[in-house]
């Protein structure tokens, strides 16, 4: 998938001849150009962005401020200034602001292009990964104890996010302005993506403060969820179970064990096989199966107005319940029923 690159420059004209003079290099990078700072600010809210060029005299907010705004708010996507100003002033800012670097104006094509290559090389510096399932490459870092920074492009929406790793410990991610576990919950709703490594991770406040798993699970959940809200009919990867569908015969009787012991109190709403869950637990259960973590067999997911629990099989099978019921009892009834199995 091809990076962007930002390119921020008053002088339409410039910003012309720039995408024009590096057109040849389209299949490894692509150029979004904008002439001030308050377009360059609305645009990174929602276009995912590998590097970042900018002028520091720039119309409306100025360079200088949009410098600040990136230090504040995307310390991690690296910056080049391009000026005319003075080597002294400028080799200060990119000091004290941890730009990457700068370009003296009038500057040749070719040194734009080496640096952006250079720059662009850092960010993939451990490695790139097409066409990858983003939970399961995940929880391989997590489980290997990696301390990296990942930049993520999704192939279905196009859209971007970073995440990052310290000892195998999810400390942030981020999505356009969004941080934490929010922005988490999205990104793990993504079914394949590109994968762009870098084999470190600069200090930073642990804003998840969750293991993996459970991040994933409830993101499945809240996409489900989602996709009920845009229908009244049924998702086309929903098969309702709920009076007479068939499911498999281990599903079949921890269902018929919870609705003996809990009765009315379990609040069985809904009973139905989704393709898009069961395709979640498969790449679940690889990781755990590989190193040695037994198999994995249910999960039960919090919500507001209705709880969920996923029964792992071929296909895996999705309960509605109701939320009074207490989790403790589901879990040791379907722990205890796997230990006699």
Request: glycine share 6%.
């Amino acid at each position: 998938m091809v990076r962007k690159i930002l390119f921020v420059d008053g002088d339409a004209i410039l910003c012309d001849a720039i995408k024009k003079n590096l057109a040849k290099y389209s299949e490894s990078f692509s150029f979004v150009t904008v002439c001030d700072g308050f377009e360059a600010v609305k645009l990174l809210k929602k276009t995912p962005v590998s590097l970042i060029i900018t002028e520091l005299k720039i119309p409306r907010m100025g360079g200088m401020s949009l410098v600040n705004h990136l230090c504040d708010n995307y310390s991690d996507i690296p910056a080049i200034i391009i000026s005319s100003m003075d080597d002294t002033f400028l080799q200060e800012i990119t000091k004290e602001r941890g730009i990457v670097g700068y370009l003296k104006k009038p500057f040749q094509t070719e040194q734009l292009v080496a640096i952006i290559k250079s720059t662009l090389q850092q960010e993939a510096a451990g490695g790139i990964m097409y066409d990858i399932s983003p939970t399961v490459f995940l929880q391989l870092m997590e489980m290997d104890a990696k301390s990296c920074t990942i930049r993520i492009l999704d192939n279905k929406t196009l859209q971007g996010g970073i995440l990052y790793f310290k000892d195998g410990e999810l400390l942030d991610v981020r999505i356009g302005d969004r941080h934490g576990i929010q922005a988490a919950y999205e990104l793990f709703s993504w079914d394949t993506a590109t994968i762009f490594m870098r084999n470190d991770c600069e200090p930073r406040k642990n804003n998840i403060n969750s293991a993996l798993t459970p991040i994933i699970m409830k993101a499945v959940g809240m996409k489900d969820e989602a996709e009920d809200h845009l229908s009244d009919n049924p998702s086309p990867t929903h098969q309702d179970i709920s009076n007479n569908g068939q499911t498999c015969s281990s599903n079949s009787a921890s269902i018929e064990l919870l609705k003996k012991e809990l009765g009315d109190e379990l609040g069985l709403k809904r009973c139905f096989q989704d393709t898009q869950i069961t395709q979640v637990i498969e790449q679940l259960a690889e990781p755990s199966k590989q190193n040695g973590f037994g198999k994995f067999r249910f999960a039960y997911l919090n919500h507001a107005d209705t709880d969920k629990i996923v029964l792992s099989g071929q296909p895996s099978t999705v309960l509605d319940i109701a939320p009074s019921c207490t989790a403790e009892k589901i879990i040791d009834l379907l722990s205890n029923d796997g230990s006699k199995s």
